[in-house]
């Protein structure tokens, strides 16, 4: 583990226990990355807990001072998981427990209630439409809402998701849209030709990327469909999917029975997504359903135009045929005629990318992500301290140095 443990006693920043439970990396661990990086130190002290499967990366990703705990906390089964979480929140003495997606909530909130933790926040990261029977009715969901002090949604989507399906009270979501940091996304153009080369390809191929777990939701085949409806105009059409997941055998069949296998190559899970984005020319994602896709403001963040499924929060960061395409999902006609438009035109790649580029440095940087993440954090917690002095809200401290330097212990476990 990376931190150097400090005297509690003297400290006295927020401590923030972030949870997930996920065994791939994807856009909701980068989400958490870029909470780990630029959550303020003078005011918070962050803690991670994950999977052991994803624990190298998130250490390789984090900044030094972050504690990370490997748990493999994902089923009722992992009793001994239970116990060891449970040990961990009353030893660190937590002020805010933070999941990211509901299968980790499930777990980490009930139990972060029952050790006393005063702020209990979950973050919703999709619609999760993918869920049928009786996991559609969300009755477990709503069994968990009361442990759940905060909700947060990466768009208005997901917001009106979980008020109407999930019944969660509007008084108890929060809308912080997902953010990028827009500064790693110059990139010169050795790092394009290094990648086509080690690909063969050349500059004169047209390249599409897909940056997406391999996974059906995310719409791949439909892709893969498309393009095989492109290639006999656009014989040098490329396409570079990049993530991992569970689906990669039957892509590759695919592949091979679509006849793509020379024109499609699957690079797996990559940590220098912005240089992969630079060897592309369009940015996909055909996916049939997601919440703000962080992989969609990397692409515009880069100048790359993409298309996309007119789905979740995507039409909030893409106007359609000004900094995007959008197409319905599932359907291989319209996103290969869509693809189509932007391959025979340069001019309206680069005028599409030029407003892409616009619109994140305008409503999606990191900085304004984790900013107004810290004042719900110090909303939230200075909100229980009143009530717990009796104080009136008016009274209730507010974010800044003030705040901090006159905090005492939050009593709220007592």
């Known amino acids: ?23 791939l990396w994807g856009g909701v661990e980068e989400h958490i990355c870029g909470l780990l990086r630029k959550l303020s130190r003078r005011l918070f002290r962050p803690h991670l807990v994950c999977d052991p499967a994803i624990y190298e990366r998130f250490n390789d990703a984090s900044p030094g001072d972050v504690d ?16 060891r979480f449970a040990r961990l929140l009353v030893r660190e003495q937590f002020e805010i427990v933070h999941s990211h997606m509901f299968w980790s909530s499930l777990f980490a909130s009930p139990i972060a209630s029952a050790c006393r933790v005063p702020v209990i926040v979950e973050t919703l990261h999709g619609t999760e439409a993918w869920r049928k029977g009786w996991k559609a009715n969300y009755i477990v969901d709503r069994a968990t809402t009361p442990f759940v002090l905060k ?23 929060a809308i912080i849209h997902n953010g990028v940091d827009t500064r790693r996304f110059s990139v010169q153009q050795d790092a394009r030709n290094a990648i086509r080369h080690a690909l063969g390809f050349t500059e004169a191929d ?11 939701g995310k719409g791949h085949r439909v892709l893969l469909d498309a393009m095989r409806q492109l290639l006999h105009s656009y014989p040098k ?44 020319d369009i940015n996909v994602l055909p996916s049939f359903y997601e919440g703000l896709p962080l992989t969609i403001l990397e692409a515009m963040a880069s100048g790359l135009p993409t298309v996309a499924s007119n789905v979740g929060g995507i039409p909030e960061a893409i106007e359609d045929g000004v900094s995007g395409l959008l197409v319905p999902p599932g359907d291989a006609r319209r996103l290969a005629e869509a693809l189509s438009l932007l391959l025979r035109d340069a001019a309206a790649r680069v005028r599409i990318g030029h407003a892409a580029h616009a619109c994140v440095l305008r409503s999606f940087v990191l900085d304004q992500q984790v900013s107004s993440t810290e004042k719900m954090y110090l909303e939230l917690c200075g909100a229980l301290s009143a009530q717990h002095a009796g104080e009136t809200n008016s009274h209730a401290p507010t974010p800044g ?5 006159s905090r005492r212990p939050l009593e709220c476990r007592k």
């Open 1 to 23: 583990m990376k931190i150097v443990h400090q005297q509690r006693s003297i400290d006295h920043r927020l401590s923030v226990l972030y949870f997930t439970n996920s065994i």
């Open 68 to 83: 990370i705990t490997p748990l493999a906390f994902s089923s009722a089964r992992h009793v001994a998981a239970a116990t």
């Open 151 to 173: 909700y947060v949604a990466v768009c208005e989507s997901d917001a009106r998701f979980l008020e109407n399906k999930k019944h969660v009270p509007a008084k108890k979501i």
């Open 206 to 216: 047209s390249v599409l990327i897909v940056v997406a777990r391999l996974h059906p």
């Open 237 to 280: 059409l490329k396409l570079i999917c990049l993530g991992e997941g569970q689906g990669e055998p039957e892509l590759r069949a695919l592949c091979e029975t679509f006849g793509l296998a020379h024109c499609v190559r699957l690079v797996g899970y990559q940590q220098n997504v912005p240089e992969w984005l630079a060897a592309a």
């Open 401 to 405: 140095e003030e705040w901090l330097s």
